[in-house]
């Protein structure tokens, strides 16, 4: 049972051709000849689908792929789901097999959502395998996952993944691996268990009963006795035989051969080859050097315009060393690995002719990695440095994703790389999108200094803007709001008049400064400019909803919420119908919800939530915008759960990761965070931080070159450290300080916790009427968005305030919210009670609440199922539940 292949309509040439590459591996090949039933093999196969595991072992030519084609059709007969992958070289690294991999779930009925259009590599590893495996224990059927020529893509990270998968896969979900050799996977303890099942030569070879059935022979005829002498059984061996016996007749002398690759070459050369008309056998010799022969390309690598027939005609005369394969009607042809290995040309100048027509066409139709491997594979200089060298690498980023500059650089000898500039810049974009914020602008630097050196920058224009653009980027995520933003960004546009992608890329730049700088409408003449510029180029289908993500940050920025809340959840449900969104869109999504959440209700399950959500981001995509939002939050919900002490460790334990990836713009913020917590301790200790000068500087900035989001923190930390420490002028300061950046930028989250602040410190200082005024204000603003947030995180001493202001309001709908804000303010005490959920606990009922297993569950938190299944059960008996919906629903209704 198979979902129909899904429609893309409005793709370029090159698109289309990409995507009918990786639709055309998503299928069994189709299969030409009468094959033989392997009734054993599929019985052994039917048997194995109890385990986790199935491996097919064995070198070329014993049946892999026919076998498991033909069991895949016959699980279709019996209503049972079967995803199919035939792995490529190209796919070595983890997110473009991942990618395959969730395309092959979504054409076998699993629904991935927006997985298999995700561009490769934007997101982790991890975290899109923990997306996959998810959506399987949604799909509740059975269901068997195929990857064939599993060998080619195998290395150490591939492999760790397999591992996860099978130990993580639900019960009901069957694994089976083709490969010519021992995959490196740690299957003791699945042996163990009887949870893999190994496949390999022996089982593979036919039986005489199915080499009868093969060659249509009597059981009892002496021809079989001795071809199953001579071919031992091998299955390729036996169609060869059969092959030649279809041309030569059934009373023809047979060949001497049998199971050993050399002597089947040795027929290959003097019966299959020879016997083809010359024309045909050449097209084969020129066909060997490709994976998949594509008419189109072979007209190309040939300069002919015929390849479509002959083709067709080869592999009506080779049935069982020729596959066909289809994708939206357009076919491919591979040669069996013996033909391709037999037939590959003597003639190294032909060869490399025919490599370097290769990548000229796969770099036409946007194949890159493959035009990379065909250039290397030319040994031509020229065309290494034509292909390798222009590859607009901004471009295949934006459009494709990280992952697939990884799959080029893998391509790409390091010798290579070190003669072309632009493939470094690519390689320090790569490195940058993995999250090595620091290391990846010290790469930067080196490749500019040594261009610089070398003269290389006076004569490639577009080789400097790009540096420049790079460069702007990092310091960007690596240093926050940069001062001499603008400086930069009109010597990139002085330069870039060519290149409409940078024209985007300098808005996208500004868009983060402006929001970081707080100042949210140039922001939003930004994003207007971005979309323009997007429209006008054809792109804003890729950019809009990264743009959204942009929207999201300024509502929440001015604290509109209701506008945030509303644009969130469209973004998720289009997510679930147009299937488009991006990794960084979804986790975007769920982090604005949960912190609307926080900011409305308090609510402790928005922390962990909001948690999930910058895991979800992945060390690559998160910048400083998500981190301000979520530390904030999670910090104040291990307070609240384990005391001042866990939440400043925890503080200190982000801060450090994130300098160790080079996130200096983080810093200051956390540090300021940090104070916050400690400013609750001794008075001696508030009083010190007072005098802390990181904190007076971040409080007194008010430029280019610090974002809002610390400047507000740094303030708040003052005037708890001003309020314990018994300075109440001090802390009036800061606080009038926020209220007037709050008014002057429209944030009316920094308005309203100014006010609640000055209220505390005027009441500290005396000013009851200056107090009750600031408060007062502070509820008729937040009513607007229902934000009681920033009145109960100040605890038990803004009661006797909010009681009074109750008095004094004269609004009703003001009165009902400093009411809300009261019934609030009971519900979620500072500290919670020792009989509550524990941090662990609570994190692992917010994986249920996102409808994880417990076997998932202890795979996204490094446990074991027996450990996910004792805290559950405390949980349980701490809210009084016996089931996992019953404890989503009761901390969802608790918070």
Known sequence: ????????????????????????????????????????????????????????????????????????????????????????????????????????????????????????????????????????????????????????????????????????????????????????????????????????????????????????????????????????????????????????????????????????????????????????????????????????????????????????????????????????????????????????????????????????????????????????????????????????????????????????????????????????????????????????????????????????????????????????????????????????????????????????????????????????????????RAREIYETGGMLGFAEAHLHTHDMLIMLAAGQLRQAGELATAMQRDQRTRRNAEPVVAAMTQMTLAAIEHERNYRERAGDTIRLALEQFGEGEAWFEQYAIAYPVIADVIARRHGRDAAIRMIETADARLKARGMRCCTGLLHALAGLHRAGGMSAEAAALLRDPALQRSAARDGAGISWRERDMARRALVAAALRAAAPEAACGHARAMIDEGQRDDRIGTLIKGLVLLARASEAAGDGAEADRAIAEAVRIACTESVTAAFVEEGAAIRPLLLRARTLIQAAIDQKHAEAILRTLDAHPQFRSPDMLSDREAEIVAHLADGASNKLIARRLGLTDNTVKFHLKKAYAKLGVSSRKEAVARVMQDG
């Not at 899109?128 to 059927?141: G, H, I, K, Y």
């Not at 490709?290 to 080779?318: H, K, N, V, W």
């Not at 290397?376 to 994703?401: E, K, M, W």
């Not at 990846?440 to 261009?451: F, H, K, N, W």
Request: include cysteine; proline fraction near 5%; aromatic fraction near 6%.
């Open 1 to 528: 049972m198979t979902a129909p292949e899904p429609e893309a309509p409005g793709l370029s040439p090159p698109g289309l051709s990409r995507r009918r590459a990786q639709l055309r591996r998503i299928a069994p090949p189709a299969q030409h000849v009468a094959a033989t039933g392997r009734a054993l093999l599929r019985r052994s196969l039917d048997v194995a689908r109890a385990g986790r595991l199935t491996i097919l072992m064995g070198p070329t030519g014993y049946g892999k792929t026919t076998a498991l084609a033909q069991w895949t059709a016959t699980l279709a007969d019996r209503g049972l789901a079967a995803a199919w992958y035939t792995a490529s070289d190209l796919d070595r690294e983890p997110d473009m097999f991942l990618q395959m991999l969730a395309l092959s779930l979504d054409r076998a009925g699993v629904d991935m959502a927006d997985m298999a259009q995700r561009k490769a590599g934007n997101a982790s590893p991890k975290a899109t395998l923990d997306d996959m495996l998810l959506r399987l224990e949604q799909f509740a059927r059975p269901l068997v996952i195929v990857v064939d020529d599993y060998e080619r893509v195998e290395h150490p990270e591939i492999a760790r993944m397999i591992d996860v998968m099978v130990e993580a896969l639900p019960d009901e979900i069957h694994l089976v691996l083709a490969t010519r050799r021992k995959p490196q996977l740690n299957l003791s303890a699945l042996r163990a268990q009887g949870a893999v099942r190994i496949i390999d030569p022996a089982e593979l070879r036919l039986s005489e009963d199915e080499i009868a059935a093969a060659l249509d022979l009597s059981p009892d005829t002496s021809e079989l006795a001795r071809i199953v002498e001579q071919t031992e059984g091998w299955p390729v061996a036996v169609q060869l035989y059969r092959l030649w016996r279809d041309r030569a007749g059934r009373h023809a002398d047979a060949p001497g051969f049998g199971g050993q690759v050399e002597e089947v070459a040795d027929y290959l050369a003097e019966q299959v080859m020879a016997d083809l008309p010359d024309a045909l056998r050449a097209l084969v010799i020129d066909m060997a050097v490709l994976d998949y022969i594509e008419p189109a390309l072979a007209d190309r690598i040939r300069g002919r315009t015929d390849s479509a027939a002959q083709l067709a005609e080869i592999a009506a005369r080779l049935p069982t060393l020729v596959q066909r394969s289809a994708s939206e009607g357009e076919p491919a042809y591979r040669l069996h690995p013996l033909l391709a290995d037999y037939a590959q040309a003597r003639d190294g100048d032909q060869v490399r002719r025919l490599h370097s027509e290769a990548a000229r066409w796969f770099a036409e139709h946007e194949r890159y990695a493959a035009a990379v491997r065909h250039a290397v594979l030319s040994s031509n200089a020229a065309v290494q440095t034509r292909i390798v060298g222009a590859l607009p690498f901004l471009d295949i980023f934006l459009a494709y994703g990280a992952g697939e500059l990884r799959a080029i650089l893998r391509e790409t000898p390091a010798a290579l790389v070190a003669t072309l500039p632009r493939i470094q810049l690519m390689a320090a974009l790569a490195h940058f999108k993995t999250g090595a914020f620091g290391s990846a602008l010290a790469m930067l630097d080196l490749v500019r200094e040594r261009s610089a050196a070398n003269g290389d920058a006076t004569r490639d224009a577009r080789f400097v803007v790009e540096c420049d653009a790079l460069a702007l980027i990092f310091l960007i995520y690596i240093d926050g709001p940069i001062e001499d933003c603008e400086t930069r960004i009109a010597q990139i546009l002085a330069q870039a008049s060519a290149y409409p992608l940078l024209w985007a890329w300098c808005e996208n730049a500004m868009i983060v400064v402006h929001q970081q700088r707080g100042d949210l409408a140039a922001a939003r003449q930004s994003i207007i």
